[in-house]
């Protein structure tokens, strides 16, 4: 997977954004092909969990706080706030090639 630091800066392909949720909310991440997502937690818990196709919980994590979680595999995340929860995103969407 290559990753462009000068992509980054024109803000191709990427997407950031504050990941804020009350206590018990839930946000939906998903991912593509290519793609890949990080998110920091500065404040608050949550728990990220990734469904298989048709079986149980195949990921289920907590991030610490300031600690970046990547994302690399394809695919529906849940993050479920367990306090409130103020943090940031970045999503890379796959490549156009």
Do not use: N
Not at 30 to 44: N, Q, Y
Not at 54 to 74: F, K, N
């Amino acid at each position: 997977m290559k990753f462009s630091m000068l992509d980054l800066f024109a803000s191709r392909r990427h997407q950031f954004g504050a990941l804020v949720l009350m206590r018990g909310e839930t946000f939906l991440e998903t991912i593509e092909d290519g793609g890949m997502a990080v998110l920091v937690v500065l404040r608050g818990t949550a728990a990220i969990s990734r469904q298989r196709a048709g079986a149980q919980v195949g990921l289920h994590l907590t991030p610490r706080r300031g600690e970046p979680v990547w994302l690399t595999s394809p695919g529906t995340y849940c993050v479920v706030a367990k306090d409130h929860v103020v943090g940031l995103r970045m999503l890379r969407t796959g490549d156009d090639s």
